[in-house]
């Protein structure tokens, strides 16, 4: 891997190291189904030339891919599973983006936590961000904001929060007086709490001790049972890791994995079009 070292890519970071993407691409997209193609390839927004032209469709993924970019994260590992191998036929190397891509193949098929561990002999020393690519949030820099504050404090993780319009779909985080996390409640049918969080970059002490919690994890669970990331997170808190937030947007981001919320994307995509 390359080291971010353009003064452009230091001072939009703030970090000085191996800097890694990670994109999970594993699930199935049940909710929407049947699709045409990955719900990852699905058309959504265009392309805008420099005179402010639309030049074609741009895909789900490359929003998250372009704000990797703009934060100096070019090497980005996808992780896939059999049957979405048009994302690779796609995206190739990403040079096209402005991108170096490489592919894995899932693992264990128990969540999220387990897709991210099979880049784990490739990412163990590196600075990590992660991106999900069926969500989209503003603003462009959020990846900027969210590895600036994991460079300026003794942070291990550093998620990026936003609003939350549906607590019970996703993952509420408590946070102290400062910007510490306490706790992480997943997807609460009721809750207080008014934030959740969309994106993260960590340093490899949360990539080692989620891979050896994971391996502990399979010892003691069923292993039909999903584990979700704010599950490694939060034991990460537990075990003594520093996790820090920085709210990046005032406005929600919007997971695309289901019809509704798909509709809502494709009119708001329209209306800026």
């Not at 387990?114 to 163990?124: E, H, I, K, S």
């Not at 462009?140 to 504050?149: C, E």
């Not at 993952?171 to 609460?188: C, H």
Request: hydrophobic content about 45%; some cysteine; aromatic content about 8%.
């Amino acid at each position: 891997m390359t080291r971010i070292a353009s003064p452009n890519a230091q001072r939009h970071t703030g970090i000085n190291a191996t800097v890694v993407g990670l994109i999970p691409a594993a699930g199935q997209a049940r909710r929407l189904a049947p699709l045409p193609c990955s719900k990852e390839l699905y058309p959504l927004g265009f392309k805008i030339d420099k005179e402010g032209q639309p030049q074609g469709p741009k895909v789900v993924c490359q929003h998250v891919l372009e704000k990797m970019r703009l934060a100096g994260i070019t090497n980005i590992y996808i992780i896939l599973r059999a049957g979405k191998f048009d994302l690779p036929a796609y995206l190739g190397d990403g040079r096209t983006l402005g991108l170096h891509l490489a592919y894995l193949m899932m693992g264990l098929p128990f969540g999220v936590p387990f897709t991210l561990d099979q880049a784990y002999p490739f990412v163990r020393d590196s600075v990590v961000a992660l991106g999900f690519p069926d969500i989209l949030f503003e603003p462009d820099d959020a990846f900027v904001k969210t590895l600036d504050r994991l460079s300026q404090g003794s942070y291990d993780v550093v998620v990026g929060v936003f609003p939350a319009d549906r607590p019970e779909k996703v993952d509420m985080v408590e946070l102290s007086d400062g910007f510490d996390i306490q706790r992480i409640i997943i997807k609460p049918p009721r809750t207080h709490l008014r934030l959740t969080w969309g994106l993260a970059v960590w340093k490899p002490a949360f990539t080692h001790f989620m891979h050896e919690w994971l391996k502990s994890t399979l010892r003691a669970r069923a292993v039909d049972v999903e584990i979700f990331i704010g599950e490694a997170i939060q034991a990460a808190i537990d075990d003594g890791l520093r996790v820090g937030a920085v709210q990046v947007s005032s406005k929600p981001f919007l997971d695309v994995g289901t019809p509704e919320d798909l509709v809502t994307a494709l009119k708001h995509f329209l209306d800026e079009a």
